[in-house]
Nanobody
């Protein structure tokens, strides 16, 4: 069983930046960030494969965020820039057992999930 612990969420004004971190208790396959706003379905934000580190981004955040991972420390990061009020949500870290995923932004591809960290963006 892999444990995932997110940190780095908070409240910022529109246009601000945040860096989210996710500490994994063990090495995993592909990893991703997801978010869920009240009354909405969980959606994929960004993912990164194992090995080559291939990244995938949702259109809603493309150009405004960067996903990266430190395999030496089993830590996943999400740099969020130019934040908008519509980015407000609970952000979750997720990990898969395999390296490459057919649909990297689909929640069903992931086996392990963190408890989430809240991001709130005010206008």
């Amino acid at each position: 069983q892999v444990q995932l612990v997110e940190s780095g969420g908070g409240s910022v004004q529109a246009g601000g930046s945040l860096i989210l971190s996710c500490a994994a208790s063990a090495y995993t396959g592909g990893m991703g960030w997801f978010r869920q706003a009240p009354g909405k379905e969980r959606e994929g934000v960004a993912s990164i494969s194992d090995g080559a580190g291939t990244t995938t981004y949702a259109d809603s955040v493309k150009g405004r965020c960067t996903i990266s991972r430190d395999t030496a420390t089993n830590t996943l990061f999400l740099h969020l820039n130019s934040l908008k009020p519509e980015d407000t949500a609970m952000y979750y870290c997720a990990a898969a057992r395999v390296s490459r995923l057919f649909d990297p932004l689909a929640p069903g591809q992931y086996v392990y999930w963190g408890q989430g960290t809240q991001v709130t963006v005010s206008s």
